[in-house]
């Protein structure tokens, strides 16, 4: 999608949000787009429907539009499986782990990874190496807070110096 | 089955009483979304909103702010981003933010540059540093936020700094790093065409053993033909070979989607064999196999993508030069289409038998009075096909 200006931006959203809520849940999944986004210039409007919240892509012509649909139903089961039972909170509270997780799917308005396992493996080898590097850090943090802890006045022990030799 | 328990789950919130505890939540968002729960009128949500804007720009300009609560801040701020306030007081904030070492802070200065940025920004070159160290970086998760963010921001400025750096990445040895760095060459290409080398670039990875990568790969050959087919039919026969070995199963099993292998792969194949067939017979004979079997590996469809990769194939056969046998199963399968239930299949059915209709006309009169009922349909889009 190309970029616009704030004030554009906010219009297509509630135009989207116009169009997209008056639909029926029998009809048609796709919208050819009102005047800022459709209407000649090619993008479509396609959207699903999770009780409360409307999941819209808006793309162009070189995309298949019952592909979309299930890659929309993907991203859905990606943060399903995520945030183990998705619900709505999640989606404000967590943002950076939304925004993070359809940055997996599609990368500069190119779809870029279809597969669940695929986008969830990467999102927990991620999360594994974020973990090992605060752990390796954290540990002389942890040591010196720990002793600082204990008081004051705490002499630290006169360690014996460790004879190999002796053993 | 998924869709069920999802539409049940995804309704479920707004109780207050949010309960995750595995999952950490930022305290500020947490407590503004909060009050904003509560709130009943418009006016109320706007002061509200600009109190924490304004406490929030205060914060982040405090000298003495640590690294864990400016990432505190710009997660709030990538919230604000969604309710259209101007945040650009966090522009920079953002950018100096993805210069943390620590991973989890980086990333969330990525995702707010992201969200604060675009293409022509007037502090994208203050990012170009960074971008630069972490695409150059050991660490591939480094690599692949850098990626990720230049697909997006990428300007006609800022493109030659990193296009040599990307195009190194093509051989990194982690395919989340090849697959991201073909879809930003791609992203160059589209910027200026002239000053790329894309076609050259995918050469080289055009038999990636991982199928992820060969995804993005045929996403790029995929738009390169539609620029220009001549120069690819020389590959005709290597992507015929993929769409195979999709067909054959080949790729794990966790690669598959409701027991199809690679379903969007699938369809950009398939595309992509149409550009390259289409008004000439001879590479177009090449294909005619592979599409027909296509066809036949979707036999009872069952499922959406199943029948997305018939409409797709029922495009190629029109696309291409004709051949009236595929032609026949073509028309055979996508009237099926047009007496379905579901409205997004009579839709696609409609869009399907106008492509058959184009080459020749005598497949439509079977199906005139379907056509013709989908006329009086409530639905609009229906309708306007």
Known sequence: MASRGEEIQQQILRETYHLVSKRDDNVCNFLEGGSLIGGGSGYKLIYRHYATLYFVFCVDSSESELGILDLIQVFVETLDKHFENVCELDLIFHIDKVQHILAEIVMGGMVLETNMTEVLTHLDAQAKLEKSEAGITAAPARAISAVKSMGPNVSIPHMPHFNFKGH | ?385
């Open chain 2, 1 to 385: 089955m998924a869709e069920r328990a999802l539409d049940k789950v995804l309704g479920f919130s707004f109780d207050h009483y949010y309960h995750k505890p595995h999952l950490s939540v930022v305290k500020g968002l947490q407590h503004l979304v909060n009050k904003l729960l509560d709130i009943k009128s418009r006016q109320q949500e706007d002061k509200t909103l600009r109190d924490e804007l304004k406490l929030l720009k205060d914060r982040m300009q405090s000298p003495t702010v640590s690294s864990s609560e400016m990432k505190d801040y710009l997660v709030e701020i990538i919230y604000m981003t969604t309710r259209h306030y101007d945040v650009s007081f966090a522009d920079i904030h953002a950018i100096k933010f993805t210069q943390q070492s620590a991973m989890k802070e980086k990333r969330i200065g990525y995702l707010a540059v992201s969200s604060l940025l675009s293409e022509d920004h007037h502090l994208l070159v203050l990012l170009i540093n960074t971008l630069q160290k972490d695409l150059n970086s050991t660490n591939f998760v480094e690599n692949c936020m850098a990626l990720s963010t230049v697909a997006m921001l990428i300007n006609g400025e800022t493109m030659p700094a990193v296009t040599q750096i990307v195009e190194k990445k093509l051989s990194h040895t982690r395919e989340a790093v090849r697959k991201r760095a073909i879809i930003a060459l791609l992203k160059f290409h589209q910027l200026s065409a002239e000053s790329t080398n894309l076609a050259n670039q995918l050469q080289g990875v055009l038999f990636d053993s991982d199928f992820s990568v060969i995804t993005a790969v045929i996403t790029a050959y995929l738009y390169l033909a539609k620029e220009d087919p001549v120069p690819l039919k020389s590959l005709t026969d290597r992507f015929v070979s993929i769409q195979r070995q999709l067909l054959a199963h080949k790729p794990p099993s966790d690669l598959q989607y409701r027991g199809i292998s690679m379903p969007w792969l699938q369809i950009k194949l398939l595309r992509l064999l149409a550009f390259l067939g289409m008004d000439d017979l001879g590479c177009s004979q090449k294909i005619y196999a592979v599409i027909q079997d296509s066809l036949t590996s979707v036999a009872n469809p069952s499922c959406l993508i199943e029948y997305s990769i018939i409409y797709e194939v029922v495009q190629t056969a029109a696309t291409i030069y004709p051949n009236m046998k595929l032609l026949e199963m073509a028309a055979e399968r996508i009237s099926k289409f047009l007496s379905s239930e579901n409205n997004n299949l009579r839709y696609i059915g409609i869009k399907g038998l106008t492509s058959i209709v184009q080459v020749n006309p005598l497949f439509a009169i079977e199906h005139q009075m379907t056509v013709v009922d989908c006329l009086d349909d409530p639905d609009e889009t229906l309708r306007r096909k």
